[in-house]
């Protein structure tokens, strides 16, 4: 039996209107369009978020005390990584506002940061730091949890985490503080190669921002600070009492 293979995109579809292609090309990732659009089987390289900075950041602001917080985490002995994130809830819209990035020190070191950022505070870990062992061979994910951090692992879902945070950024629901320049930096050079891969280098706070967003609904969960901090429970507050 022979076989053949038939490459059909868009316009080989005439019922689709150019209105509905230029909108379901405008809701469809960069590295995806051509496989979409015109039936062409590959993935694509270049950059994983292409958007001007101007268009995703904003000015530094106070964050209203009601909207709740968290944070993003990956471990790593070459870099360990952290990024806050806090969530309008009524708009939609997350707002990443402080970031950490330190390489080669022991964990006791990170968790002094860590909790300088909100020691109540839950984190989205990488979910492998719970099979990655430190120096005598102690689970990464107990070693922090045991120096007192809030961690959950967080949704590693990759392919779908990157669509729901190219799919935030082009919809202006998540915004980055323009003070961030790890973050951005990381931003502008997140990538990835001629067969579609991500490149994973310069990358531990894009992890966690995929984290804190993935896991947004057990992760960022606390409102307020220090004693008046109460954790969000299904859309409401509960103190820490």
Not at 117 to 123: D, E, R
Not at 186 to 192: A, D, I, T, V
Not at 197 to 212: F, P, S
Request: glycine share 8%; net charge neutral.
């Amino acid at each position: 039996m022979s076989k053949a293979t038939v490459m059909a995109g868009w316009d080989s579809v005439p019922h689709i209107s150019e209105a509905e292609k230029a909108r379901l090309l405008a809701a469809t990732p960069p590295h995806l369009r051509d496989a979409r659009s015109k039936g062409i089987p590959r993935v694509g390289a270049g950059a994983i978020y292409p958007f001007e900075l101007e268009a995703i950041t904003v000015p530094d602001f106070d964050l209203p005390a009601h909207w709740p917080r968290g944070y993003g985490f990956d471990v790593g002995w070459r870099a360990t990584a952290a990024l806050w994130c806090a969530w309008n809830r009524t708009e939609d819209v997350i707002y990443a506002y402080r970031e950490y990035k330190r390489g080669e020190v022991e964990p006791a070191v990170h968790v002094a940061a860590l909790r300088a950022g909100g020691a109540q505070m839950v984190g989205a870990s990488d979910p492998a730091a719970r099979n990655r062992g430190v120096n005598d061979g102690e689970r990464l994910f107990d070693a922090y949890t045991d120096l007192g951090l809030d961690l959950i692992p967080a949704d590693n879902a990759v392919e779908a985490g990157l669509f729901e945070v190219w799919e935030r950024f082009s919809a202006g629901r998540l915004k980055v503080f323009a003070s961030l320049a790890k973050t951005l930096a990381e931003l502008r050079l997140y990538r990835r190669d001629d067969k579609g891969r991500v490149v994973k280098e310069n990358d531990h706070l894009m992890d966690c921002l995929r984290y804190a967003v993935m896991t947004r609904e057990r992760c960022l969960v606390w409102q307020g600070s220090g004693a008046q901090a109460v954790r969000v429970v299904g859309g409401a507050a509960r103190s820490r009492a």
